[in-house]
């Protein structure tokens, strides 16, 4: 298996400017995190599906993140508009019931 | 809900010596411990988990302990090499519970010095 995927691996934008991030999680897998990681605050979870429904989002920041799943495959974390405190690594992870976790290698997002 | 506090969390140590990482958690439901490892400018990676039915499991230099009474677990790394160089994290979670997802420690940087 591939893993998860998460694409882009790095991307630099302007303050203002909308990001979307994409993760593709394990085959199989029903359960799809989205972490933020940064010095600061460490390793953050931000919301969580199960079997493509939105379980718990109270981690996200504000109203300018939101974040999809429309099937099984595929999930995005957009940013609209994006602010330079932004700038962290975003992680996707993904899990099949109550097995492991895995994590994807991450996007490296960058507001200037 | 669920609180996991880690320490050390910087820890230095010579090549060959042992390292040990201790966690301790709130949540006395909480039924699945895993460790990960954080390679710089990678995804945090699966090193080993334990479940609370048992108090401990070993793969090759790497042990991870359990006491539920206390509400602690280690790992333990033996013959440490400069390649055991990484940030680590600790993780619980009730599996069954309402709550799904990992809640995870700040973090443990080991320095491994050759």
């Known amino acids: 298996d591939a893993g998860v995927i998460q694409s882009p691996r790095h991307e630099v934008t302007e303050m203002g400017q909308e990001v979307t991030l994409r993760c593709k999680p394990i085959?199989?897998?029903?359960?799809l995190f989205w972490y933020r990681q940064t010095m600061m605050r460490g390793l953050e979870l931000l919301i969580y599906?199960?079997?493509?429904?939105?379980?718990?989002d109270s981690g996200m920041p504000e109203d300018r993140f939101s974040a999809k799943m429309p099937n099984a495959s595929f999930s995005t974390l957009k940013i609209q508009p994006s602010e330079p405190r932004d700038s962290a690594v975003y992680f996707c992870?993904?899990?099949?019931?109550?097995?492991?976790?895995?994590f994807g290698p991450g996007t490296r997002l960058l507001v200037l | 809900g669920e609180n996991v506090e880690q320490h050390p969390s910087t820890l230095s140590v010579q090549e060959g010596d042992s390292a040990v990482i201790k966690c301790t958690y709130s949540?006395?439901?909480?039924?699945?411990f895993p460790w990960y490892k954080q390679e710089l400018g990678k995804g945090p990676q699966l090193i080993i988990d334990?479940?609370?039915?048992?108090g401990e499991k070993k793969d090759q230099r790497i042990a991870v302990t359990l006491n539920k009474t206390a509400k602690h677990f280690s790992l333990h790394i033996t013959e440490t090499q400069p390649e055991d160089s990484a940030v680590y994290f600790c993780?619980?979670?009730?599996?069954?519970?309402?709550?799904?997802?990992?809640?995870f420690g700040k973090g443990t940087k080991l320095s491994v010095k050759p």
């Open positions: 334990i479940r609370s039915n048992v």
């Open positions: 085959s199989g897998h029903n359960s």
């Open positions: 599906f199960n079997n493509n429904v939105p379980i718990d």
């Open positions: 993780a619980a979670v009730n599996y069954g519970g309402s709550q799904g997802n990992l809640i």
């Open positions: 992870a993904s899990r099949s019931r109550q097995e492991t976790q895995y």
């Open positions: 949540d006395s439901a909480s039924n699945y």
